[in-house]
């Protein structure tokens, strides 16, 4: 589908005699990416985004790390793009930043009773050693690359 026929379904508001509303996907339709830059480690989110609009991200998060209680940001920056597929690269004043797919962390071990299988080994509840969260973890990452229904990687 192109661009002028999705903007001539979004118009639509009947089917014969059926009224419908046509909408963006609310998740589909979008791409998450990161860059890693300590150049921009003081930079408000704000104004990287202004620095951004051009080149169709609509949104910018810092990451950030907490330590002894004290959160610190981090050189990685989240971009959401309004396009379902990822730039290879964005340009940010002189620099040229690769893109790399967002992968979000994976439910960690403390909620395992619930969603992940218990623990087989003792570890402390937030470790990424876990079993249970590295088996998460690459189904997250299976369901980024290669855009995969969030059921279907379990299958691969």
Known sequence: MNSK?????????????????????????YSKGVISESEFQRDLEEDLLECLKDQNAIAVKRITIKRNGQIFPTKHLIL???????????KIAYINCPVKPYIPDSIRCFKSSVILLQPVEEHPRFSRSCPSYKLEKEIQTIKITKKSHFKKPERL
């Open 5 to 29: 026929q999705a903007e001539n379904l979004m118009k639509l508001d009947k089917i014969g005699n059926i009224k419908v509303k046509a909408s963006p996907h609310h998740t589909l339709n």
């Open 80 to 90: 959401i793009f309004n396009n379902p597929t990822l730039p290879k690269s964005v």
